[in-house]
């Protein structure tokens, strides 16, 4: 059986998903009723390394205990080796960081390879979630298996470097771990249809490679709740999270269901039923009904992207409430990093009436460099058709991150953890200091409260003057349609543009 007959329908089971709970002895279920087998006695570790271990605290947060309370630890490199068809399958890691045994969770220092790519590289799993305020990660990765293989390796290893937290001569080095990990065979979701590459100027179609690799960076239900694994469709179990904490500024607009009246409608094979869950299209966010309002701001998210990388955007439409059933009753801008994406955006035009589900792909690419860049997205009326309402709307939204072809790799730095407030004199902690250090760093703290309260207000208005500025540069480079256009971007200087290479093109299929 093909991987396209295994995946057909409306909400066709998918077969051969595998989920391995690392470090368990036995099998498990999860809070979404997907069933974990335990490595330990898996056949597809027949001979597993490393040490198995249970997690030392279980934070309230976690969405289950499975998989996350038990590890396997490895002090060097292990591969696990799954059978799976040619064709596109989703590798899910799951991380909790946590002490496990006598291992500090900063000393986990590792990386991971996949299908011949570097996935993770020095990732340290506490560090990451301490950046992202999260108890548990999950990273979530599109594989291409090509024709002539019948398995995918997936192989972690610690880092060489000596652990910052060892003292100079003492035993000891970096280890690698990790919770749960999950395979999910899939169609091939990302190359097809073929993108466009946002310029600004005359937006080009530009293929993707059919072997590229994909890393999510954000899965979004735009005015909607989050989605958790066990209601996404087509059975791929993906997170779909709110997208209310990645909107710039206070004009975050209007949130809305479908009304009652509306069916959210798919249309395959160009908009399959898999591609995302009903939840998504049934909710949106728009910009509002004041029409003044609305053009005097851009409806705007900024999301946090690995910098010098290409990555692919997906906008999921769907017009669910009525009045909105012509065309050009709302037509609006899309703007990518103050790159005109898409002008004209009429939903109703694109989908072909009100309750019809429609989605459209954009390339990118990010700041050139190193670290974290920041990824703008967002939408303004387009007045140029004379629409009826000076509006704009979306459902969700979807970024992934494109593999770098000289080195194979998908890894980006781990994600600076934001500095630490100070504590307050009554909670310092230190209660090991005696009754003249505490009385005299009492006095110290009266004697500079005066100085302290003059620095405060200083801060704050440099703060203030900051804000300021930002909002008034972001309303500067966006509300107004980009005076850029016609100007390409340029792709980082270790990146071949898409247009000027075979990487993210091939004329002849092998």
């Known amino acids: 059986m093909s991987l396209a007959d295994a995946v057909s329908g409306d909400e066709s089971d998918v077969s051969g998903q595998i989920r391995l709970s690392c470090g368990a002895t036995a099998s498990d279920t999860d809070g979404d009723g997907r069933v974990w087998d335990g490595d330990a006695v898996s056949k597809f570790a027949p001979s597993v390394t490393g040490a198995a271990a249970a997690a030392s605290y279980q934070d309230p947060s976690l ?11 490895f002090a060097s490199s292990y591969t696990y080796s799954f059978p799976v068809r040619p064709g596109r399958v989703f590798l899910r890691l799951y991380f909790y960081p946590s002490a496990y045994g006598n291992l500090s969770a900063a000393d986990a220092l590792f990386g991971v390879t996949a299908g011949g790519v570097v996935l993770l590289h020095d990732f340290n799993a506490s560090q990451t979630a301490l950046a992202l305020n999260y108890a548990s990660l999950v990273r979530e990765f599109s594989l291409n298996v090509s024709s002539g293989d019948t398995s995918l390796d997936v192989t972690f290893a610690p880092s060489s470097s000596r652990p910052a937290s060892r003292q100079r001569g003492s035993p000891g080095s970096y280890y690698a771990f990790v919770n749960g990990i999950e395979v999910v065979p899939t169609p091939d979701i990302f190359t097809k249809p073929v993108p466009t590459f946002a310029n600004g100027g005359l937006p080009d179609p530009v293929p993707i490679r059919t072997d590229t690799a994909f890393q999510t960076m954000y899965r979004l239900n735009v005015g909607g709740m989050a989605v958790t694994p066990g209601y996404d469709s087509g059975r791929f179990y993906r997170s779909w999270d709110n997208d209310a904490s990645y909107l710039f500024g206070a004009a975050s607009g209007v949130t809305f269901e479908k009304d009652s009246n509306v069916t959210v409608q798919y249309n395959p094979p160009s908009v399959p039923r898999h591609i995302a869950p009903e939840s998504v299209y049934a909710t949106a966010r728009s910009m509002g009904s004041n029409a003044q309002i609305n053009l005097n701001y851009n409806l705007t998210w900024i999301l946090p992207v690995d910098a010098g990388f290409y990555y692919l955007l997906r906008f999921h439409f769907c017009e669910i409430q009525y009045p909105i059933t012509m065309v050009n009753q709302r037509s609006f801008f899309i703007y990518i990093n103050n790159q005109t994406a898409q002008s004209q955006m009429d939903v109703i035009a694109w989908s072909g009436g009100i309750g019809r589900a429609v989605y459209t792909d954009y390339l990118i690419v990010a700041t050139p460099g190193t670290g974290q860049t920041d990824l703008w997205v967002a939408l303004h009326p387009d007045l140029s058709s004379k629409p009826q309402y000076y509006d704009a709307i979306l459902n969700g939204l979807e970024v992934f991150k494109l593999q770098s072809y000289g080195s ?55 703060c203030v003057f900051a804000v300021r500025r930002r909002q008034g540069k972001a309303a500067a480079a966006v509300v107004d349609e980009p005076e850029t256009a016609g100007v390409q971007d340029k792709p980082g200087h270790r990146l071949l543009g898409p247009t000027e290479s075979t990487f993210f093109y091939e004329t002849t299929q092998k």
């Open 63 to 73: 969405p289950s205990t499975v998989p996350y309370m038990t590890a396997r630890v």
């Open 408 to 462: 194979n790799n998908l890894a980006g730095p781990n994600p600076p953890i934001p500095p630490k407030q100070p504590s307050a004199i009554a909670g310092t902690g230190d209660e090991s200091k005696s009754d003249s250090e505490k009385k005299s760093i009492a006095c110290s703290t009266v004697a500079g409260a005066a100085a302290g309260c003059l620095l405060a207000v200083l801060v704050g208005l440099l």
